[in-house]
């Protein structure tokens, strides 16, 4: 979490090698990132971009992206994404088809999507940028209650603007000017009385 510009994207973006990582600066367990393939860390990892790119074909095959899954586990990432409500109210189903860079669906409906995607991989890394900004808190609510149970035996890195998303994690990180300024859970951060405690107050 952090102010806008505070290089929560782009730590995101440096954790599956979008951006050059500097030697030294990232560790996946005991290994530097700058000795694992990029192809590596991305076969792993399901990014969720704040603005992620549907194409032109039906929601099915934008969920499924050439990962060849089963209808089943195609709609059980959507019910995991809170789409599967809205998918039911389209005629088409999930042969709807999402238009050029998704504008067929509404904003919070492409972010879902793009989720649906990432979530269906059964990816070990889930990196998920503001991925619920465009959804109403009640709704975020009931996602992240769903995804709560798949994020077991995985890793999970949230960006969020809405502080209820992270409030459970086992680690939150509180950024600036492109520094980690804060580090700690829920609890210990409102203890610390920083720039945390004073983002959960306002």
């Excluded at 076969?43 to 095959?61: C, H, M, R, T, W």
């Excluded at 300024?181 to 920083?194: S, Y």
Aim: proline share 3%; with cysteine; aromatic share 4%.
């Amino acid at each position: 979490v952090g102010p806008t510009g505070s290089g929560k994207s782009t730590l995101m973006q440096l954790l599956i090698k979008l951006l050059p990582v500097p030697e030294g600066s990232i560790a996946f367990g005991d290994r530097d990132l700058t000795q694992i393939p990029a192809a590596s860390v991305r076969n792993i990892a399901g990014y969720v971009p704040q603005d992620g790119f549907l194409f032109d074909v039906s929601l099915k095959e934008n969920i499924d992206f050439y990962a060849g899954k089963s209808m089943e586990e195609i709609q059980a990432a959507a019910r995991i994404a809170g789409l599967e409500g809205d998918i039911a109210q389209m005629p088409e189903g999930y042969d709807t088809v999402c238009g050029e860079r998704g504008n067929h669906l509404s904003g919070g409906q492409r972010q879902r999507a793009s989720l649906a995607r990432a979530l269906v991989r059964d990816p070990e890394l889930l990196l998920l940028d503001d991925t619920l900004s465009a959804v109403d808190a009640h709704t975020e609510g009931q996602i992240l209650s769903a995804l709560s149970g798949e994020l077991k035996g995985r890793t999970a890195v949230i960006i969020a603007h809405r502080l209820t998303a992270v409030k459970n994690a086992a680690e939150i990180l509180y950024m600036d000017k492109g520094r980690v300024l804060e580090r700690g859970t829920h609890e210990e951060l409102l203890a610390k009385n920083g720039a945390y405690a004073e983002m959960w107050r306002k």
